[in-house]
Structures are given as C-alpha cells and as structure tokens.
C-alpha cells in the first residue's frame, strides 16, 4: 500500500504549483508561467513495443485552485487562465505546436460559444497556430475527465497523434444560474424536474436515501482592491485549503440547503477557479521524440444515474470502466473520486467497499476546491 501511495503521489507531484514556478496574474498576463512537472519518467509504465500504439500523457500542468470571487484569481480573465497551461504543454516537451491535431476543453458554466472563443484565444496567446483547432466539451463536473477521454478516443482512432486534453472554469466569471425561461413540460416529469434541483439537494437526497450521516461527512472533509491599480502577483498555492479545520469546527456549522439536513459548506466542494492541460500522444511517438510516459490512458466510461441523487455517478461508472480494462477493483491501487459533496463521496466509497486509504489521497475538492470543468484534468 505505502509503495502504492508513494508512486502515485509522485506521479501526482507534477500538478502541484511550486514556488520557483509559478502562476503570475495582473496587468502583463504574458509573465504568467506554469508549475514544473516533477514526475519524471516512470519506468513501471515502460511497456514493450507490442504497446506502441497506446495512449499515454506525457505532460501535464495547472494552475492553482483559488477560491471563487474572493480568491487570488478573482480578477482573471478565464483564457488567461487557460494559455500559461497550454503554453507550458509546449515549452517544457519540445513539441512544435503545429502538430497537435486538437484541442478540446472542458468547462461547464460559461455559454458555450462564448468559453469556445476565449479557449480560441487562449491557444493563440500560447503560441498555437491557427490551424491548431479547438472545441469545448461540457459533462458537467466530469467535464475535464471527458476532454482527455475524447482526445484519448480521437488518438486511437487514428484521427491524429497528438492532442490536449484540458479544463477550465472561472465560477467567478461564470456564477451556477439558470438563464431562460424553463418548459413547462417538465412538470409532467418528475426525473426532467430533478434535473432543475440545485445540488445541495441532491446531496441532502443522496444522505437521506443512503443514510450517510453528519459525523460520515464531517470527516470525509477533514484530511490531512485598494487603489484600483494594476500589478503582476504571484500565485504559487492553492488557497482553499483550511489546514487547521477540526470535527468540532465542522459540527458547529449550519446546514445550507434543508433545514434540520446534513450538508454543511465545511462538508461540500469550493466554488473555484482554475485550469488544467495534459498532453497526450501515442507511446510510439513519445518514445521516438525522448519524452517521459506519466502514464497510460485505459479506458473511460460514463453512467447516467438518478438526477435526483446525481452525485452517486462514480458508484457505477468505476466498475464499469475497470471492467473495460479487464480488471477488478482490487487490482486498482489508489483512486480519484469526484468529491461535490461529501455525502456522495462517502457513499460511493462504501458502495464500493473501498479502502478510506485509498481514495483521494492527495486531497479532493472539500479541500482543494472544485473549478467544475476542469477537475478532470487535476
């Protein structure tokens, strides 16, 4: 297990910001750079050629998690937000930027031909040509993790040999709100109404179906403008994290979304901003241009589930997908589970039978924060 955990934080090390290379915002957003990838080469991935043909992602970079409207990005653009990680893809590997067949981002809140038009500029502040093409993909909180499945599907099929698969939101920018009037037809459906439920809801649905309690959730998320002028800062840390948070400062929070309910705004995710990028190619070209292999893609699959209860999609969609790959749950060492809430996160860790020690290690978006479209990619 302690070799497990050790191989995938090291792994996990080259998304962490440093001090010596950090994100800078302000009035020269061309000073901004991105965290360094500390991760190496990892020769438990080295595979024969037989596996030449295999997806793997050879770099990957992101910017802090801040906080949204009162974090340290709460006066950046969202395609500044995007180009240092795009940017820093290119720089630290070598790759001429002409070859990237596409890149797709995930992001959730923003109207979708607008987001698709600030990633476009994004691309060209980092350096892509206009040949390069972009799209954005929005699966809600997985849409990050849908980006690289894409770009990782696209490779495969032999559409192209290298792709970007990336995320980003700004929920500063882009606040969660209905706009439009909403079809009357939906009252004739009780599984379309759910889809209008806010997801605090959900979560107090999901403790109450299940019976996940408030000491459960409580402890799922304790786990080790004054002149109006502009000037560059540093950011170097994600500056969510409450280190010193306790059970008992937690037990003394209100519930937020039903009165006498369970879910509090010390056992849910942050509202955050933040962007992420993977690079990702076949392994025979990465072999062939000297890169290292951070990992292998497998396989991906989505499962639709109750929207009443949406949270509770990793219980059903991580079986499938280590069946994909021909394996069993056992044999997974660590895993990454969406944390939206921590009465769906403590569900779907019981529904599964997982060891507590192997999930989310590294800390999820209780403490880390949550910028929806981009937690895929971290």
Known sequence: MEKAINRQRLLLEHLQPSVSSSFIYGADSSSISASACAAGD??????????????????????PICKAKRGSFKDTYPDDLLAPVLKALIEKT?????EVGDIVVGSVLAPGSQRASECRMAAFYAGFPETVPIRTVNRQCSS?????ADVASAIRAGFYDIGIG????????????????????????????????????????????????????DQAAIVDPKTGDEKPVTISIDDGIRP?????????????????????????????????????????????????????????AAVGVDPAIMGVGPAVAIPAAVKAAG??????????????????FVYCRKKLGLDPEKVNVNGGAMALGHPLGATGIY
């Not at 990050?144 to 690289?148: D, E, N, T």
């Not at 037809?185 to 649905?205: D, H, R, W, Y």
Request: charge should be negative; charged fraction near 20%; proline fraction near 3%.
């Open 144 to 148: 990050g993790l849908q980006a690289v």
């Open 42 to 63: 990892s020769a438990a991935y080295h595979r024969t050629s037989a596996f030449g043909d295999d997806v793997v992602i050879v770099a990957a970079y992101r910017t």
């Open 94 to 98: 070598n790759v001429n930027p002409s």
């Open 327 to 344: 394996l069993e749950l056992d044999d997974i060492d660590l895993f990454e589970i969406n944390e939206a809430f921590a009465s769906q």
């Open 244 to 300: 010193n948070a306790s059970l008992s400062d937690l037990a003394k929070l209100k519930a937020v979304f039903k009165k006498d309910g369970s879910t509090t705004a010390g056992n849910s995710s942050q509202v955050s901003d933040g962007a992420g990028a993977v690079l990702l190619m076949k392994r025979s070209l990465a072999v062939q241009k000297g890169l290292p292999i951070l990992g292998v893609f497998r396989t991906f």
């Open 166 to 217: 990336a995320g980003l939101e700004s929920m500063t920018a882009n606040p969660m709100a209905w706009e439009g009037s909403v079809n009357p037809k939906v009252k004739a459906f009780e599984q379309a109404q759910n889809c209008l439920l806010p997801m605090g809801i959900t979560s107090e649905n999901v403790a109450h179906r299940f019976g996940v309690t408030r000491q459960e959730q």
